[in-house]
C-alpha cells in the first residue's frame, strides 16, 4: 500500500535528485535535497487538513482534487511562482527570467541579487506573519511549553501578529535596509524594503480573509445539506452516504485550493531564504508537493499521522527562522545550506519530541492496563 501510494513521489525524487546532480553539481543536489525535505515538513499539517475535507467529498470531486488539483499546486505554485516572484521584483518578463537564468546566468543572479531586499521583505513579512499567529493561538499540545504557554496568553491581545510584524519592518528598514547588498555593492533600499514587506503583509492578510470566506460558504452548505438529509429521513426517503456533491463539493474544492495556495507561500517564499535559483527551487518544491498529494491519499485511505503532534510546531519554528533570516539577508549573505539545515534540524527535534511522547503515553496506557 505504501508503495503503491508513494511509487511516483519515490521515483520522482530519483529522477530529480539525480538531474540536480548531473546537470549542477552535488551542491545543487543537497540544496534540492533540503528545500524537498523543508516543503514536505511545512506541508505535513497541509496534508492533514486536506485529509479530513477530502473524505467529505465524493468520489468524483476527490479524483478532481487529486487530478486538477496537485497540477494547481505543482506547477502553479511551485513552479510558475517563483518564476512570477523573480519575474515581478527584478521588473523583467518571466519568459526573460527564465531565458536569463538559462543563457545568462550572471546577468540574472544580478538581477536576482538586485531584487532581494524586495523578494527579502515580501517574504520576511508573510512568514513572520505566519510564525506569529500559530504561536499567539491557544493549542492542546504545547511543544515547548515554558514559551508557548505565556504567549498564547498574549495572543489574546487583538491585532497583536500585526503590529508585532511592522514593528519588525520598521527596525529592518532603519537597520538591514539602510545598507542593503547589491550587485554593484551596498545601497540605500529602505523604501523598497517598506513597501515590499507592507505588500507581504497584506498578501497574508488576503489569504486568510479568503479562507475565512470559503469556510463560512463550506459551513452553509454543509448546514444546507444536513437538513435535506434530515427531511428525507423524517419523509421515509433512503439517504446517500457518498458524500458531499454539488455546490458543497466545489465549494470544498474551492476552499482546499485556497487552503493549498496559502500553505504553499511558506515553502515557495522560504524556498529564497535557501537558494535564488530558480530551477533548484522548483525541482525541490515540486518534489516535496508530490509528497503532500501521495501524503493526502494515504491519510485519505489509511487512517492519520497527525499522532506526531509537535511536528506542526517544529515546521513553524522552521518558518520564523527563515522569517528573520530572510530580513538578515537583505544586508548580510548566508550560507544557503546553513539556512537549509536550521529548518531540518527544527523539524527533525519537534519529531523526535512527538516519538518519545507517543512511547510515553505507551508505558503509561500500559501501567494503567496493569
Known sequence: MVLKTFGWSFAITALGLAFAAWQWGWEAFGVVLILSILEISLSFDNAVVNAGILKKMNAFWQKIFLTIGILIAVFGMRLVFPVAIVAISAKVGPIEAIELALDHPEQYEALVTDAHPAIAAFGGMFLL???????????????LSWLERPLAKLGKVDMLSVCIALIALLVTAMTFAVNAHTSTGYADKSATVLLAGVAGLITYLIVGGLSSYFEDKLEEEEEREHEEEEKAKAAGKPVSAVGLAGKAAFFLFLYLEVLDASFSFDGVIGAFAITNHIFWMALGLGIGAMYVRSLTVYLVRQGTLDDYVYLEHGAHYAIGALAVILLVTIQHEISELITG??????????????????????????????
Open 129 to 143: 506573519m505566519i510564525f506569529l499567529d500559530f504561536i499567539f493561538e491557544e493549542r492542546e499540545h504545547k511543544w
Open 341 to 370: 539545515l536550521i529548518g531540518v534540524v527544527l523539524i527533525a527535534a519537534s519529531f523526535w519530541s512527538s516519538v518519545r511522547r507517543n512511547k510515553r503515553l505507551e508505558r503509561e496506557g500500559s501501567t494503567v492496563d496493569a
